[in-house]
């Protein structure tokens, strides 16, 4: 009988959780944003929101599998969708499109920013994106012009040359840090904004990280380079984000342990981007010297 009421409690009716999901939003930004964190009051917005969150997560477990296999015959039925799905250059192609318009976007903000603050922080970040935009600009121009898995030998080069300015991201990335170290430059994200940007950060990573497995499987240079650089730009969120929560939480922290933390997750990140540019350069750079003395035996 316990077990039930309990049952009942984890589903309540939806008006329930259309009420409070709207209410603890709202003491959650009023307590952090006011700073009553330590308020009798926050600590049951905490438990009150916790509760929300749970209900919403049991809900969406027992609603979301219907919704998404109806979701998938629709898209699966519509042309456009069929080939976003099953086409995987074509879907690179989107892809490119898209985080290139974001990486273009992200300049023009950063050089915006550091021409109103006066600032070399956001200079150096619109020098890291503009580098991005420059390799996801190429791979988007021959995929347009050559095509993905047209030419073997061209894509291999075009790749290589990405994998070649991949390395220079490091430049940026060590005075990013430097930056971040010497002159406490970092990024802020204040109230709950911190915890959906940390959300969002873990979620692109991990997915860099899947489709980088998956689509090295399927052996094509280019859709490989380009989510070599979805990881790498992955990875500099990483590190931005946990400047942010040095900044939010780590107020009580000695300084020489944040700028040690910090320096060891940007020389991991560091390491993880050079290593990944030259396995790229060198993988490459072997296949094209193996089909041209096959050109050149023949």
């Known amino acids: 009988m316990e077990w039930k009421k309990l049952i009942k409690l984890l589903y309540p009716p939806v008006w329930v959780i259309a009420l409070l999901t709207p209410l603890c939003t709202a003491a959650l930004i009023i307590v952090f944003m006011f700073g009553y964190d330590e308020h009798p009051l926050a600590y049951a917005a905490y438990v009150l ?6 209900v919403v997560v049991m809900r969406l477990i027992k609603v979301l599998p219907k919704h998404y296999k109806s979701a998938k015959n629709k898209v699966y039925s519509n042309p456009l969708g069929n080939r976003l799905m099953t086409d995987m250059p074509f879907r690179t192609r989107v892809s490119l499109y898209g985080s290139l318009a974001v990486n273009l976007l992200y300049v023009a903000l950063n050089v ?13 970040l619109a020098l890291y994106y503009t580098i991005l935009a420059v390799m996801r600009f190429l791979l988007v121009r021959f995929a347009n012009r ?27 990335l060590s005075g990013a840090v430097l930056m971040i170290i010497y002159r406490n430059k970092g990024y802020e994200y204040h109230g709950i904004l911190i915890y959906i940007m940390a959300m969002y950060t873990f979620y692109i990573t991990i997915i860099a990280i899947i489709n980088l497995v998956k689509y090295r499987k399927l052996g094509s240079p280019l859709m490989t380079m380009t989510k070599i650089i979805n990881l ?39 390491v993880i981007i050079v290593t990944m ?22």
Do not use: H
């Open 49 to 54: 929101s916790f509760y929300t969150l749970t």
């Open 112 to 124: 915006t920013s550091g021409i109103i603050y006066q600032s070399a922080w956001f200079y150096t």
């Open 146 to 172: 050559v095509g993905i898995g047209k030419n073997r030998f061209k894509e291999l080069r075009r790749s290589r040359l990405c994998g070649f300015i991949l390395l220079t991201v490091n430049l940026f």
């Open 232 to 270: 790498a730009a992955a990875l500099v969120s990483m590190l931005s984000l946990e400047t942010a929560i040095f900044s939010e939480f780590g107020k009580d922290m000695p300084p020489e342990n944040k700028q040690l933390m910090i320096m060891l997750t940007g020389a991991g990140v560091s």
């Open 277 to 298: 540019s030259i396995f790229s350069i060198v993988k490459n750079t072997v296949e094209i010297k193996r089909i041209k003395e096959k050109d050149y035996g023949e």
